[in-house]
């Protein structure tokens, strides 16, 4: 590792305003294998990255040097190496190794390896270690047929996958499995690894007279966003691309790169962790009033393709749920989104979904409205359901009001200020108080509208006692 960090530190001092030239007498290597495949780590050395879970004295590193590998699931974004580093982790411990894609895979493939793992372990005693990629599209019998075969040691398992393990593996499998978690490579480790790949003259494009100065290998590290497999792509793409002068040496600029990226690589998965990390991050800086925050991350989600109907379907809940009577006016704004988002649609919709979030940011918070709401939905499960109290039903028979239907109750206008005192809740829960409005925004004037109602109440219940029997 630290071999390979020095050959790009190296590489990289190449780098400035005259730019990076690579030259050598190597060969290409084989065009018809991706640059990305021919640069793959050929030992844990060269590996970058994921040095929290593979950098020396770590457990998996000191156990795979010493011959020794469980089952494992590699929970990670594309492009951290999942794949690669199963393979060295496998070369390493000496082990066969075989690999699966999830998607193409069945019960009939699973089983065949299987008998495979069992012939030679008896033949010649050595571990077979199944690498299944994107494992979390296996279905639950998929998965189960492995599992005896884990727990008897006939398969070492290494799963790949993108997705929650929690939640897409089953947990028979995922307790005899440890999951460690890959992380998206930081600038510097891709800019190492691109300038390995110029500079490489055996399997890299060294050799082939590419000029690349800074400006671009900037562009391209940061159009990555951490994807060694989209980073190593562009790069061959975009030296694909360029043109040769006459004395034979091709310059990639960054416009070349920016063609060969078309757009950024963003990190999002409309059905996985990206998707709910995501809108959390969305409802957690509106509820702090971080207009900021909230913008960025509706950003991510748009320019990343989200459904914009369920973005603002997930604000107009904010607006009743954090917001509620302190700004009665945020549901409006957000329903307004609504209709201006269904109607015109994206891109010319993208400014009305702003403008809820930035309202609904600087809005004054109060969550009174959903504590009322969830304390009457508990009370409604788990109290009994009286009858309405007869003065606040409806009499529209002359047998209704022989019952005593709508019977003693009281018309609020008839009386001075549109209000008078008269319980509205059953025998069993009056008095009960579920709205208790805070002191911010609207519901500063609505906390003192309700304080002189129920002074009202009091002053009428002393006067009026019988009533109220």
């Known amino acids: 590792m630290a071999q390979a960090k020095d050959k790009a530190k190296k590489a990289g001092r190449q780098v400035g305003m005259l730019g990076l030239e690579t030259q050598g007498a190597a060969t290409h290597g084989d065009s018809y294998v991706p640059l990305a495949a021919r640069m793959r780590p050929r030992n844990l050395d060269e590996f970058l990255g994921q040095e929290h879970i593979i950098g020396p004295g770590r457990v998996l590193r000191k156990s795979v040097e010493a011959g020794k590998l469980t089952s494992l699931i590699l929970w990670g974004p594309p492009g951290s190496g999942k794949t690669t580093l199963a393979r060295l982790l496998a070369e390493t411990v000496g082990g066969h190794f075989m690999q699966v894609s999830a998607v193409a895979a069945g019960v009939a493939d699973l089983r065949r390896i299987i008998e495979q793992a069992q012939d030679l372990r008896l033949q010649t005693g050595q571990r077979t270690i199944l690498f299944i990629d994107e494992i979390h599209r296996f279905n639950k019998a998929q998965q189960d047929v492995i599992l005896p075969y884990v727990e008897d040691g006939t398969i070492t398992l290494i799963g790949a996958t993108t997705e929650n393990p929690s939640f897409e593996v089953n947990s028979a499998l995922l307790s005899r499995s440890r999951v460690f978690t890959l992380r998206a490579l930081s600038d510097a480790e891709i800019r190492a690894m691109l300038v390995a790949a110029l500079i490489d003259g055996e399997r890299g494009l060294g050799g082939q007279h590419i000029t690349m100065d800074d400006a671009a290998l900037t562009a391209l590290v940061t159009l990555a966003n951490g994807d060694a497999r989209s980073a190593l792509n562009a790069l061959e793409l975009a ?8 004395s034979g040496a091709r310059t990639i600029t960054v416009a070349a790169i920016e063609d060969a990226m078309q757009r950024r690589a963003l990190l999002y998965d409309k059905g996985g962790d990206q998707h709910y990390d995501i809108i959390s991050a969305l409802h957690k800086t509106m509820r702090g009033s971080d207009p900021d925050g909230a913008l960025y991350w509706l950003g991510r989600m748009l320019e990343a393709g989200e459904d914009p109907l369920y973005i603002i379907r997930r604000v107009v809940r904010f607006a009743s749920e954090d917001i509620g009577m302190a700004d009665p006016n ?22 009305a979904l702003a403008e809820a979030v930035v309202y609904c940011s600087i809005a004054p918070k109060s969550n009174a409205l959903y504590n009322a709401y969830s304390a009457v939905k508990e009370d409604v499960h788990l109290t009994r359901t009286d009858p309405v109290p007869l003065h606040l039903r409806n009499a529209p028979t002359r047998l209704m009001k022989n019952l005593g239907y709508g019977a003693g109750y009281k018309y609020a206008h008839d009386y001075e200020g549109g209000y008078v005192y ?42 009026q006692p019988e009533e109220q029997s």
Request: hydrophobic share 40%; aromatic share 4%.
């Open 239 to 246: 030296t694909d691309a360029a043109q040769s002068d006459e």
């Open 330 to 351: 945020a549901l409006s704004v957000c329903m307004a989104a609504q209709q201006a988002v269904h109607f015109i649609g994206l891109p010319e919709g993208e400014l």
């Open 422 to 463: 008269q319980e509205g809740l059953p025998e069993a829960l009056k008095g009960r108080r579920y709205y208790v409005p805070t002191d911010r925004g609207v519901e500063a004037r609505i906390q003192k509208r309700l304080a002189e109602l129920r002074a009202m109440a009091e002053e009428q219940q002393v006067e």
